[in-house]
């Protein structure tokens, strides 16, 4: 947000992002740090705020009509006060009143949305101000967050990003804290409230039931807003992410929702949840080379959820308690997968695998220094057969290296990188722009 209001002539900015991931209170302390005044209208908790923008757009007219429902709350210096318009999905018409802010130039907006672009959500006609906005997304914490906010210190983490620069080991003490830590927020995840919970009271129990609330509340959502043909649909394909996780082969399969099921019946129902920003999906190569994008097949793919610890909340009563204990039986795989996706989609990146019918599978694949990287999880020691088979021929794969995430400290083999799994947040590509 500091990026965007040092930009000269910037767009007014929205933050997009899922329900309780923070937009609101963050917004809300950027405008107080940051400008003389600030001027708030949240169009969820007080719907007649819509009536505002019901008729002329004019800048001048709706200052008028906000100092009029606002009173003393609302003051109005060019180049000093900021308007946030929460929850902008509300009102369409709000959102097309940003073209005129932006041209008028006085006032800073900031919009938040939770559902903006969700197919479904609302009949009525809008107008999309485009080249008038700027548009960025926000994600539940991710771990060097939830690190920060369990007191580690950003020096400290710096030492974690010097050892995977020189390839050598993570001190015992070190490696044995961070961990601990991993496993915490494996289960607690990255929602604030769900965070400052866990930080202040360490009881479990009612972290869990914040968790299930939250998932509800999206459940609550998938009814309220998706269109009546995709209501049911919507929640039969979410409900069933824990069940087609703990599949052997995790692809995505529509029969696993409901016996004779096919992609028509339900695509349209997935693209609704990942516009939410609940669940990333994580698409199959048809060649593990640069540019993973073009070698995507869309038509093949795994869902993971975008926080780790909603996921699992959506598991059987005791697997906390589990995870916590190092004790992850049947569900080991897809946990420790689902937390690396959440790494890696917390840090903007899109997901990939690989995966042929010969056997040959890899976990993910990313982007990193400027090459294709195999990426394996392993929550336990493990083969990495098929990344070998991928190595050894460099002339049909394209790719040179790869990392295997997992219960090890640093090491390398060859042309595999071996680290441990908490490390996995530092695998950043830094081709990836920034506002």
Request: glycine share 6%.
């Amino acid at each position: 947000m500091l990026r965007w209001k040092r930009l000269p002539n910037h767009n007014p900015l929205i933050i997009k992002g899922p329900r309780q991931c923070g937009k609101t209170y963050s917004v809300t302390h950027f405008g107080n740090d940051n400008y003389k005044h600030v001027v708030s209208l949240n169009f969820l908790q007080n719907p007649n705020f819509k009536t505002i923008f019901s008729g002329s757009l004019e800048v001048d007219d709706l200052v008028m009509l906000m100092t009029t429902v606002l009173g003393a709350d609302a003051i109005f210096v060019a180049g000093e006060t900021l308007i946030i318009l929460d929850e902008i999905q509300e009102c369409p018409e709000a959102r097309t009143a940003l073209k005129f802010f932006k041209l008028d130039g006085r006032f800073d907006v900031i919009c938040t949305g939770s559902l903006l672009g969700v197919s479904g959500y609302t009949d009525i006609p809008r107008s999309i101000p485009v080249g008038y906005e700027t548009t960025i997304k926000m994600y539940p914490l991710d771990f060097e967050e939830f690190l920060w906010a369990n007191g580690i210190q950003p020096k400290t983490i710096e030492v974690l990003r010097n050892n995977l620069e020189s390839e050598t080991p993570i001190p015992e003490a070190l490696h044995n804290k961070y961990r601990d830590l991993l496993l915490q927020y494996t289960v607690v995840g990255g929602m604030p409230a769900v965070v400052q919970t866990f930080i202040t009271t360490k009881q479990m129990n009612v972290v869990l039931q914040m968790q299930r609330d939250i998932v509800n509340a999206y459940r609550d959502d998938m009814v309220k807003y998706a269109s009546k043909n995709d209501k049911s649909k919507i929640r039969e394909c979410f409900d069933s992410i824990p069940m087609q996780l703990a599949k052997e082969n995790k692809k995505f399969q529509y029969a696993k929702i409901r016996k004779g099921s096919k992609a028509s019946d339900y695509l349209g129902s997935i693209k609704w949840i990942e516009d939410v920003g609940i669940i990333s999906r994580c698409y199959n190569l048809s060649i593990p080379e640069l540019p993973l994008e073009g070698n995507a097949i869309q038509e093949s793919f795994k869902l993971y959820m975008n926080d780790t610890g909603l996921f699992v909340s959506m598991l059987e009563d005791g697997t906390q308690f589990d995870i916590l204990q190092g004790k992850l039986y049947g569900y080991k795989g897809a946990i420790f997968e689902n937390l690396v996706a959440d790494f890696f989609s917390k840090m903007g990146r899109s997901l990939y695998y690989f995966h042929k019918d010969s056997g040959l599978e890899v976990d993910f694949v990313i982007r990193y220094k400027a090459a294709s990287v195999l990426v394996e999880v392993k929550a336990e020691s493990g083969n990495t057969k098929s990344t070998k088979t991928i190595l050894a021929n460099p002339e049909k794969y394209h790719v040179a290296n790869a990392i295997k995430l997992g219960n090890y400290n640093v090491g390398r083999s060859e042309k595999i990188l071996t680290l441990p799994l908490y490390m996995g947040f530092l695998l950043e590509n830094d081709e990836v722009g920034k506002l």
